[in-house]
């Protein structure tokens, strides 16, 4: 089996803080003790509500935050604890793609000089010149055209759909192995969400990329993903292949995610049984200064019992099945001993 391109074992993001009047310490654990491994040509999708850890981690995974504790391999190296100047040779390889394409350009910059900027700072081209025609070579390969009528253009003289497309292009134009895409179509108007998503996934088999997509939208991480990996207060709470993952869930929180999908024409209660009634989870997401003991969901969980108040689950295939493709930190699933 050839390694993964992407791996983190029991990776931490706590972020110190200061709450209240008095100014009393806190730690916020964004990413708490996640290990996930990231195959070379797939995308790996994270997803889970506002707060979950998904954007940190993924984050983390360019080292664009320090950890702070476990590690971060990308392409069989440690990068956990380079510095800047040991990191930059190794950013032409690994992308972030920003959610919000308007803050990510800009806009004193020409779109010509924003995609060949990363060129000439990672010297791959000898002069701007030289820079700015691969510029408008990636520019044409993700669909702004014809690219010679946007190189001297700003930022504020394109759609949203345009300036996601330029940020694709900027994030490309080094020849990237990974792209860590954070909710890239979550402010694009609904009519130009699927063009981006198409062009996504033909770059990533035309080009050979792995991505990192998050998003809460679930349909969005089922048309797009591979796999999934369901987060819940800084755990991955189950992770498996998309279609497993999003059409038989396991944990009860990925369960809860699915139910709160609206739904066009829903069957009523009469016609689903009064025991198939979607559930509505109870209270709101903790504080991240303050989780729960035990399985981190407990407080909010449906199928709450005897030990999940007082034992952390371990992430795990299911009990009696240790082939399936789908770990879950669950102890509906995973007895400890």
């Known amino acids: 089996?050839?390694?993964?391109?992407?791996?983190?074992?029991?990776?931490?993001?706590?972020?110190?803080?200061?709450?209240?009047?008095?100014?009393?310490?806190?730690?916020?654990?964004?990413?708490?003790?996640?290990?996930?491994?990231?195959?070379?040509?797939?995308?790996?999708?994270?997803?889970?509500?506002?707060?979950?850890?998904?954007?940190?981690?993924?984050?983390?995974?360019?080292r664009l935050v320090q950890?702070?504790?476990?590690?971060?391999?990308?392409?069989?190296?440690?990068?956990?604890?380079l510095n800047e100047r040991e990191l930059r040779p190794l950013r032409r390889r690994m992308q972030p793609v920003f959610q919000d394409p308007h803050?990510?350009?800009?806009?004193?910059?020409?779109?010509?000089?924003?995609?060949?900027?990363?060129?000439?700072?990672?010297?791959?081209?000898?002069?701007?010149?030289?820079?700015?025609?691969?510029?408008?070579?990636?520019?044409?390969?993700?669909?702004?055209?014809?690219?010679?009528?946007?190189?001297?253009?700003?930022?504020?003289?394109?759609?949203?759909?345009?300036?996601?497309?330029?940020?694709?292009?900027?994030?490309?134009?080094?020849?990237?192995?990974?792209?860590?895409?954070?909710?890239?179509?979550?402010m694009l108007d609904m009519s130009v969400r699927a063009l981006v998503l198409e062009l996504m996934a033909g770059l990533r088999r035309e080009l050979g990329l792995t991505y990192v997509f998050i998003t809460h939208d679930l349909a969005t991480a089922r048309l797009l993903c591979d796999r999934v990996a369901v987060m819940y207060l800084?755990?991955?709470?189950?992770?498996?292949?998309?279609?497993?993952?999003?059409?038989?869930?396991?944990h009860p929180y990925t369960r809860a995610l699915l139910d709160a999908v609206p739904r066009v024409a829903a069957p009523s209660d009469a016609e689903l049984g009064a025991d198939r009634r979607r559930p509505v989870l109870p209270g709101e997401v903790p504080d991240a200064t303050d989780v729960p003991s035990g399985c981190r969901f407990h407080p909010r969980c449906p199928k709450v019992f005897e030990p999940c108040p007082g034992r952390v689950p371990i992430l795990a295939p299911p009990d009696g099945d240790e082939n399936c493709s789908?770990?879950?930190?669950?102890?509906?699933?995973?007895?400890?001993?």
Not at 239 to 250: C, S
Not at 326 to 336: E, G, I, P, R
């Open 67 to 81: 950890p702070t504790g476990g590690r971060v391999e990308f392409e069989g190296r440690d990068i956990t604890g």
């Open 103 to 186: 803050a990510a350009l800009n806009p004193a910059m020409t779109i010509g000089d924003a995609v060949a900027h990363p060129l000439l700072i990672q010297k791959l081209a000898p002069d701007r010149e030289a820079a700015r025609g691969r510029a408008a070579a990636m520019l044409e390969r993700v669909g702004i055209t014809p690219a010679a009528t946007f190189l001297d253009r700003f930022p504020e003289d394109l759609s949203g759909g345009q300036k996601q497309r330029v940020v694709l292009a900027r994030a490309l134009v080094t020849g990237p192995s990974l792209v860590v895409a954070d909710e890239p179509v979550a």
């Open 234 to 250: 800084g755990k991955v709470v189950e992770v498996g292949p998309a279609d497993e993952v999003l059409t038989g869930p396991r």
């Open 1 to 62: 089996m050839t390694a993964p391109l992407v791996r983190v074992e029991d990776l931490e993001v706590h972020f110190p803080i200061r709450k209240g009047v008095g100014g009393r310490k806190a730690v916020v654990r964004a990413v708490d003790g996640v290990s996930l491994e990231v195959a070379s040509g797939e995308t790996l999708g994270l997803v889970g509500e506002s707060g979950s850890g998904k954007t940190t981690l993924g984050r983390a995974m360019l």
């Open 326 to 337: 789908v770990d879950v930190a669950c102890h509906l699933w995973v007895a400890q001993t």
